[in-house]
């Protein structure tokens, strides 16, 4: 599982269009007021570094739905993930800059593991967790993107079928009711 950040400047080229950055700078201000505002950005995976882990879950403790719910709001403020793969605890991973208005930039990645809708990062830096917060927030404020996922829980063999469909989150799987 990929979970890092690290304190390096810059990020590459995969980054949103500018009218999409202005938009969520605009949406950023409003969630966090002017104490503790942050600009987050969808970088390049390489400025991560392995040996993070998980700083907080999304959604925790909600319905199966809400998974497939955080996916596409991901997906609506950062688009495509840095991959996408058919194992349902290793399902997706999207690494951000996160600057704050002093300019100090961390690295965290969002991503969808083994337990289930998270963010990770340097659990030790108070500014990771803190942006981790913060970016959580941002996150579930979206509309979500249209999209479905096909993935495979390989704890129980069976196929899980997760996406949203006209705004709406579904979530369907074989796990049998007394697995769960």
């Known amino acids: 599982?990929?979970?890092a950040a690290v304190m390096i400047?810059?990020?590459s080229d995969k980054t949103l269009p500018d009218a999409q950055?202005?938009?969520s700078q605009s949406?950023?201000?409003q969630l966090n007021g002017e104490d503790n505002m942050y600009n987050f950005k969808a970088c390049s995976p390489d400025l991560l570094t392995y040996g993070?882990?998980?700083?907080?879950?999304?959604y925790e403790d909600k319905p199966s739905e809400y998974h497939s719910l955080f996916i596409g709001q991901v997906l609506s403020r950062f688009g495509e993930p840095d991959y996408v793969t058919e194992d349902n605890e290793n399902l997706f991973s999207k690494a951000v800059s996160v600057e704050d208005k002093n300019?100090?930039?961390v690295y965290l990645e969002i991503y969808y593991g083994p337990s289930g809708p998270a963010i990770g990062g340097d659990v030790s830096s108070e500014e990771c967790r803190k942006a981790a917060d913060e970016l959580a927030e941002f996150i579930m404020s979206a509309e979500?993107?249209?999209f479905e996922y096909k993935s495979v829980y390989e704890?129980?063999?069976v196929t899980v079928t997760m996406g949203v469909e006209n705004g709406k989150p579904y979530y369907q799987s074989d796990i049998p009711a007394d697995l769960v």
């Open 1 to 3: 599982m990929l979970l």
């Open 9 to 11: 400047t810059g990020c």
């Open 21 to 23: 950055i202005s938009a």
């Open 27 to 29: 949406e950023i201000s």
């Open 52 to 58: 993070g882990s998980k700083i907080r879950n999304l």
């Open 103 to 105: 300019g100090k930039v």
């Open 144 to 146: 979500p993107k249209d």
């Open 155 to 157: 704890d129980f063999g």
